[in-house]
């Protein structure tokens, strides 16, 4: 079959590799649908660990075409979105229910094959069932989604909450739905490319701003911005410095600032602890999915989240190494890789 390897940092291509057979407690799924991710950029020029040679994509849906001997309660023909994250389940950690902070934590499309290829092997544990009804491109949404919805949880969103986003990429707008569905009424997303702007409006934000047009601080918490004193949530979703900043000035007094943008590693920002200790702030980090992928998978199939406008194109697998190895086009939001087409 074929599949996208990362055969060594920087090194990308198509290979035909064996299709797997699956392990006593795997699914073997015919791939449908995946994402492609900033993530898998950052796998290519080694900016992320990850452990090559192996076939990238994480954000996947398909087919169970063949289970193994020890798998129960799911049989060939059903549709499942993977949950790439395996945690170990015995490290202090993971005994603790942070499963996401496990320090043995492998990834499907990290460490192990993913779902750039024409088949996957899932452990059934991360395999969650979503109907066969469903658009199989928005299966492959289910993964970002959940991490979006756990950065949703840990910001403690409320009817009638105020909300800034800043960054408007896939998981910004993601989170734009899910803070407007978790009860904010107030959500203004941040985000320099105006076709993003617009989107966002027409996805449920109530207002945006240009951050290149101007000190976007001063516009939404100034004394006669659109939020004067600040919001109740700021939501870093750009994985800039700059944004990060912000996000401390934005929040109010008692506020919550949520980090669910990914900073180079080593990368320094500026903030003030004396006005995080006088505004009582509460700085909180998101890292991926903690138990939201059944949630996720249940709003993808609920049609509650508008997921076609986020898709900018369609691919193939041939089509893919070139399109991990440059940086994403100007307005792009999602690519899909489609390893049927
Ligand atoms: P993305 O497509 O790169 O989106 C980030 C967006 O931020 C860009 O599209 C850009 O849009 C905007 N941006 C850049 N500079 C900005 C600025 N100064 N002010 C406002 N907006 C700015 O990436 P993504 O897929 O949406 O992911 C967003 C971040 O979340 C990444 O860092 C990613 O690694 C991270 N992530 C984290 C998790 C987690 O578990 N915590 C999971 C998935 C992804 P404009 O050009 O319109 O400004
Ligand atoms: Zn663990």
Do not use: W
Not at 108 to 128: C, K, M, N, S, T
Not at 246 to 257: D, E, I, N, P
């Amino acid at each position: 079959m074929k599949a996208v390897r990362l055969e060594a940092v920087g090194d990308i291509s198509v290979r035909d590799v064996e299709v797997p057979e699956p392990g006593p407690d795997d699914l073997l799924v015919q791939v449908e649908a995946c994402g492609i991710c900033g993530t898998d950029r950052h796998l290519l020029h080694g900016e992320f660990p990850s452990a090559p040679p192996v076939t990238l994509g994480h954000e996947f849906c398909g087919i169970v075409v063949k289970v193994g001997s020890a798998v129960h309660g799911i049989k060939p023909g059903t549709r499942v979105t993977g949950d790439p994250n395996i945690s170990c389940g015995r490290c202090p950690q993971c005994q603790a229910g942070r499963v996401n902070l496990c320090r043995n934590l492998r990834a499907i499309g990290i460490h192990r094959d993913g779902g750039f290829a024409e088949y996957v092997l899932v452990p059934q544990r991360q395999a969650f069932e979503i109907p066969l009804g469903l658009d199989p491109v928005h299966g492959a949404f289910c993964e970002p989604l959940a991490c979006c919805l756990h950065g949703i949880d840990m910001a403690g969103i409320r009817a009638g909450s105020t909300v800034v986003v800043l960054g408007g990429g896939v998981i910004g707008l993601l989170t734009v739905q899910l803070a407007r569905l978790a009860g904010a009424t107030t959500v203004i997303l941040s985000t320099r490319q105006a076709s993003k702007r617009r989107l966002a409006e027409e996805l449920g934000a109530t207002a945006t701003v240009d951050p290149a047009a101007g000190d976007i601080v001063e516009a939404i918490a100034g004394l006669s911005g659109l939020v004067p004193d600040g919001v109740d949530v700021a939501i870093e979703c750009a994985g800039v410095s700059e944004t990060v900043k912000q996000s401390t000035r934005l929040a109010k007094a008692g506020g919550t600032v949520v980090i669910l943008g990914v900073l180079p590693r080593g990368e320094k920002v500026e903030i003030e602890p004396f006005d995080i200790l006088f505004r009582e702030l509460r700085v909180q980090g998101s890292f991926i999915n903690p138990f939201v992928h059944r949630r996720a998978a249940d709003l993808v199939a609920s049609g509650a989240i508008e997921i076609d406008r986020l898709i900018s194109r369609r691919v193939t697998l041939d089509e893919a190494p070139g399109i991990i190895a440059n940086p994403a086009l100007p307005g792009e939001i999602k690519v899909l890789v489609i390893p049927s087409s």
